[in-house]
């Protein structure tokens, strides 16, 4: 590695750093304004309960689709937890990065609370190895050994519920769906978050997270559907900023990042975005319950709306 390839890594690195801190230039009342601006989506159409009454033709009454988002995904984790408090449990799960993760326990029979502890009693610090890889900075060794010991479907085909895994094909550039064969490979894969960790191959393709093209997988799973819920964890907001060279990369990267889930929010039936995630960022592996309760409380309040239309 020459100087100057050095130079790009480390400030690539810097970025993906700060990327997993708060938003500190933020001011508090600023930051509690942009919150009570929260917006609700419901589409038009049936009710939840009305869909999975007469899913009219489609393979699965209701699915979910999870973005990514660090430990933030645990807000997914306590969506599903109130859902099932309605009666409701998805038919068909799609998700990238941490989504996917939550997806793929759920999927295998853990229940919403068991998957809150395997996350609050996780050392994090075991998962990233420093081995300086091509590709990355680190690799995703234990991580793949921690979901081989977790996880008891070794196979998409051996989930009790149907799984579609999202990733980003780095030579071809495009979005790459995961739905049969082994499940750990895939998880990891698109969970490669680039620069920091080495891209993921499988049968000689080079794989990396799936939110750098499609952070919500919703149209995966959409035309399979009756009814379609999205728990997207990357408000786009044009927060008030400090004008510096990291603040810039860090809010450039960010609107690229979370635009790329415009499109499959218009594809949901119900949007799941909670504008208090806002305040958390991936890295805040001691905040598991209060992301967990943000989850319960946005899903309990939006599907009480949707039984009121």
Same mark, same amino acid.
């Given at each position: 590695?020459?100087?100057?390839?050095?130079?790009?890594?480390?400030?690539l690195?810097?970025?993906?750093?700060?990327?997993?801190?708060?938003?500190?230039?933020?001011?508090?009342?600023?930051?509690?304004?942009?919150?009570?601006?929260?917006?609700?989506?419901l589409?038009?159409?049936?009710?939840?309960?009305?869909?999975?009454?007469?899913?009219?033709?489609?393979?699965?009454?209701?699915?979910?689709?999870?973005?990514?988002?660090?430990?933030?995904?645990?807000?997914h984790?306590?969506?599903?937890?109130?859902?099932?408090?309605?009666?409701?449990?998805?038919d068909?799960?799609?998700?990238?990065?941490?989504g996917?993760?939550?997806g793929?326990?759920?999927?295998?029979?853990?229940?919403?609370?068991?998957?809150?502890?395997?996350?609050?009693?996780?050392?994090?610090?075991?998962?990233?190895?420093?081995?300086?890889?091509? /590709?990355? *900075?680190?690799?995703?060794?234990?991580? $793949?050994?921690?979901?081989?010991?977790i &996880? =008891?479907?070794?196979? #998409?085909?051996?989930?009790?519920?149907?799984?579609?895994?999202?990733?980003?094909?780095?030579?071809?550039?495009?979005?790459?769906?995961?739905?049969?064969?082994?499940?750990?490979?895939?998880?990891?894969?698109t969970?490669?978050?680039?620069v920091?960790?080495?891209?993921?191959?499988?049968?000689?393709?080079?794989y990396?997270?799936?939110?750098?093209?499609?952070?919500?997988?919703?149209?995966?799973?959409?035309?399979?559907?009756?009814?379609?819920?999205?728990?997207?964890? /990357?408000? *786009?907001?044009?927060?008030?900023?400090? $004008?510096?060279?990291?603040?810039?990369? &860090? =809010?450039?990267?960010? #609107?690229?990042?979370r635009?790329?889930?415009?499109?499959?929010?218009?594809l949901?039936d119900?949007?799941?975005?909670?504008?208090?995630?806002?305040?958390?960022?991936?890295?805040?592996?001691?905040?598991?319950?209060?992301?967990?309760?943000?989850?319960?409380?946005?899903?309990?309040?939006?599907?009480?709306?949707?039984?009121?239309?």
């Open positions: 590695m020459n100087q100057r390839q050095l130079y790009i890594t480390m400030f690195l810097m970025a993906l750093w700060l990327i997993l801190q708060k938003d500190a230039w933020i001011s508090p009342n600023k930051e509690r304004k942009a919150q009570d601006s929260e917006q609700i989506l589409r038009k159409g049936p009710s939840v309960q009305d869909a999975i009454r007469n899913k009219s033709g489609k393979k699965y009454a209701l699915g979910i689709a999870l973005s990514g988002g660090g430990i933030k995904c645990l807000c984790v306590g969506v599903l937890k109130a859902m099932e408090e309605e009666g409701l449990k998805p068909v799960i799609s998700g990238v990065s941490a996917a993760v939550v793929a326990l759920y999927a295998d029979g853990y229940s919403p609370d068991s998957i809150l502890s395997i996350f609050k009693n996780i050392k994090y610090s075991d998962f990233f190895r420093l081995e300086m890889p091509d /590709g990355g *900075l680190f690799t995703l060794t234990g991580f $793949k050994e921690f979901l081989d010991t &996880l =008891r479907a070794k196979t #998409f085909e051996e989930l009790k519920i149907p799984l579609r895994v999202v990733v980003t094909d780095i030579d071809a550039g495009k979005s790459v769906v995961f739905d049969r064969g082994p499940l750990v490979d895939a998880l990891v894969a969970c490669s978050v680039p920091l960790f080495s891209p993921y191959n499988i049968d000689g393709v080079n990396v997270d799936g939110g750098v093209l499609q952070n919500l997988p919703a149209s995966v799973i959409r035309t399979e559907c009756k009814y379609l819920i999205g728990v997207s964890l /990357g408000p *786009l907001k044009a927060d008030p900023y400090e $004008k510096s060279i990291a603040n810039v990369a &860090l =809010r450039s990267y960010k #609107f690229i990042f635009s790329n889930a415009n499109y499959d929010k218009g949901c119900m949007v799941i975005e909670p504008s208090a995630i806002s305040k958390y960022n991936g890295g805040d592996v001691n905040r598991a319950h209060e992301i967990f309760n943000i989850g319960y409380q946005e899903a309990k309040k939006m599907l009480q709306l949707d039984k009121k239309r």
